[in-house]
């Protein structure tokens, strides 16, 4: 998921890949390597800052570093502090602390500060008499940050220091996994956040600031003194309903973290005027509250001691007011639950341990209105066998009927490669339409590909796509916002395959 989601964009020097296990080791791929096994593997500074440093009062701060001052040979501990008037965070170094001559209640910690190293007696002032006796803090290299809480001392960077070896991975507790009492969501940070418990209250980001309402929750903010939203949310494990809107991105994300296991929500097309509503329970549900429809994408990874298993769930359509819930029955299964218009989705499914893995893949499975898919692998030989689907018709907890999918994947250089073994031009969703539809396509290898929409008459109409493309599956967007009412057909011409389908535009 790093690698998927933020290679692209964070590191353009790492070479481009189809699978990072295949990337080669030199000076622009070791430094990105370690960055990501380091963030994911310790995150070392979470606990502490979530559980005590974010709960100090200034006072109680500066007390903090008057011991650390004082004291002869005491490990070094940066200063961090967060916008208590919006968004972002910052670490520096206090190495003094003065009294003000007149006023008592006054205290200056001068610092060093590597956002303005040449700024000359930087200092943060602290009241201690303000805000009822707990104290008040101001900075003026960071005009407004100030307030009454979010400074804190990190504890000593010397704790993650000693004895620094990394035991094998033989036997080793998945770096993944949280403690089964913790929750972290983490939205695409290009939009406004709410998170809101069973009893109504918030955390999240809006309206341009930070809000921790939420028992127990704390922003995850990256310390390096830019105004930028959390990049997520921890809180207590308990029930959460999450809406995401003002998107200033075309790409919505978010994550689910909890114990072993991870959920995720991807979607392209979010514009500003849409919302996207979620609910966790264990499992992540979203509906859509918009007239637009969506495709989304959804991921669940479970991580043990010796393997990862992995589901995604692919090019589902969301129309207004629908929605779907993934969840996990047990540690071996998926179960997909929709509520709304029948669709038809794609299904990948994966496993890597320390001798193997293994995937499998179906294009286009089709789903009832108002219908769950409980999806169950058989580990023991994912690539090789069928896929069981027990299927309940009208959510009401019943096995109605039992689908069993081939694998549709090809598997190539070690199961490096996932393509699809045939060609395909799949049924426009929706149909009928108006005025937009999607088309989807799939490709067994690299061919020049030619999409065009006809009418009924016979007469091209536009070609939507006519370019060498490598092997895999894609989709396309028809806007018919200028034509007329009526019947219309689709081509497709790639390698020596050719298929007409039938779309109906109804205004």
Not at 62 to 79: H, Y
Not at 247 to 271: E, H, L, P, S
Not at 334 to 360: H, P
Request: aromatic content about 12%; hydrophobic content about 35%.
């Amino acid at each position: 998921m790093a690698f998927q989601i933020r290679y692209p964009n964070f590191y353009q020097n790492f070479p481009n890949f189809i699978n990072p296990i295949a990337v080669l080791s030199d000076t622009n791929t070791i430094p990105v390597i370690n960055e990501l096994f380091t963030h994911q593997f310790g995150n070392p500074h979470r606990d502490y800052r979530s559980n005590v440093g974010l709960n100090k009062t200034p006072n109680q701060t500066l007390n903090d570093l008057k011991q650390m001052l004082i004291t002869d040979g005491a490990p070094v501990q940066t200063l961090s502090f967060m916008n208590n008037n919006g968004s972002g965070g910052h670490a520096i170094l206090s190495y003094k602390i003065k009294k003000d001559p007149i006023s008592s209640n006054i205290f200056y910690a001068y610092v060093y500060d590597n956002a303005y190293p040449d700024s000359n007696n930087a200092r943060i002032v602290f009241n201690t008499a303000a805000n009822g006796g707990n104290g008040s803090w101001s900075y003026s290299n960071w005009t407004g940050w100030g307030g009454n809480k979010w400074i804190y001392l990190r504890d000593p960077v010397s704790n993650y220091l000693t004895n620094p070896t990394i035991n094998i991975a033989r036997g080793q507790q998945s770096p993944f996994i949280l403690d089964g009492n913790l929750l972290q969501i983490c939205p695409s940070i290009n939009a406004s956040t709410i998170i809101k418990d069973e009893s109504g209250n918030i955390t999240g980001y809006f309206n341009g600031i930070i809000h921790t309402d939420i028992q127990n929750s704390s922003p995850l903010v990256v310390d390096n003194g830019s105004e930028t939203p959390p990049y997520g949310y921890e809180l207590p494990f308990d029930n959460y309903s999450l809406v995401t809107n003002n998107f200033t991105n075309d790409t919505m994300k978010v994550f689910f973290f909890t114990g072993n296991k991870t959920f995720a929500y991807k979607r392209a097309g979010a514009i500003q005027s849409q919302t996207d509503r979620f609910y966790f329970d264990g499992g992540i549900s979203t509906a859509n509250p918009d007239q637009e429809s969506k495709t989304i994408n959804f991921v669940s990874i479970i991580n043990e001691t010796t393997q990862e298993k992995f589901f995604a769930i692919r090019s589902f359509e969301l129309t207004q007011n629908d929605s779907v819930k993934i969840e996990n029955p047990d540690s071996n299964k998926l179960k997909l639950v929709s509520y709304g218009t029948a669709k038809d989705y794609d299904i990948e499914i994966s496993f890597a341990t320390e001798t193997g893995i293994g995937r499998f893949g179906n294009f286009n499975v089709p789903l009832s209105a108002n219908t769950s898919h409980t999806f169950i692998p058989n580990w023991t030989d994912l690539t090789n066998s069928q896929l069981v689907v027990l299927v309940d018709l009208g959510n009401n907890g019943n096995v109605d009927d039992t689908l069993y999918l081939n694998n549709t994947v090809g598997v190539e250089n070690g199961g490096n490669l996932l393509t699809p073994v045939e060609y395909n031009l799949a049924q426009n969703y929706p149909n009928p339409f108006n005025p937009t539809t999607t088309i989807r396509y799939s490709i067994p290898k690299q061919s020049l590909v030619s999409l065009k929409v006809y009418d009924i008459l016979g007469r091209e109409i536009v070609t939507l796509i006519n370019e060498e493309k490598p092997a895999g599956k894609y989709e396309v967007k028809f806007n018919a916002a200028g034509l007329s009412s009526g019947i219309y057909f689709y081509t497709i011409n790639a390698g020596s395959f050719v298929e007409t389908k039938k779309m109906i535009l109804m205004k």
